[in-house]
């Protein structure tokens, strides 16, 4: 992996800056007709989680200075159409809350009435 960089790119729909480095693609060996990195050779990975990243703006944290952030502040606003989502969002309903108990089969049958009596048990 390289050093580290600044990233604008897209998670959840949003435009957010992020820290990412660059892998090496493991699909192609620097072909130009690569689909999988455009054939750039590397992708962008989110070193903390493991994830890929789709920047479309990229800067060398080496190389930034804090007062430059009114100069980067802007690229929130222009991030391109059809862009690829770092955390797609969810497009399918939440499901209900199940029970854990139900999931392992220990909860109690409905409409089954409760043991009633005492247990006895060996010591």
């Not at 703006?57 to 190389?63: A, D, K």
């Not at 159409?81 to 809350?97: C, N, T």
């Not at 854990?100 to 409905?110: T, V």
């Amino acid at each position: 992996m390289t050093d580290p960089y600044l990233i604008a790119h897209k998670v959840r729909g949003e435009a957010a800056f992020d820290i990412a480095c660059q892998m090496i693609c493991p699909e192609c060996d620097n072909d130009p007709t690569c689909s999988e990195c455009d054939g750039l050779g590397y992708w962008w990975i989110i070193p903390t989680s493991g994830r890929r990243a789709y920047p479309y703006w990229t800067q060398e944290i080496s190389g930034l200075q804090c007062h430059h952030y009114d100069s980067v502040a802007p690229v929130l606003t222009d991030m391109p159409e059809g862009l690829p989502d770092h955390y797609p969002p969810r497009i399918e309903p939440k499901s209900p809350k199940r029970s854990l108990l139900a999931e392992l089969g220990l909860a109690k049958p409905q409409g089954h009435p409760a043991i009633v009596g005492k247990i006895n048990r060996r010591i």
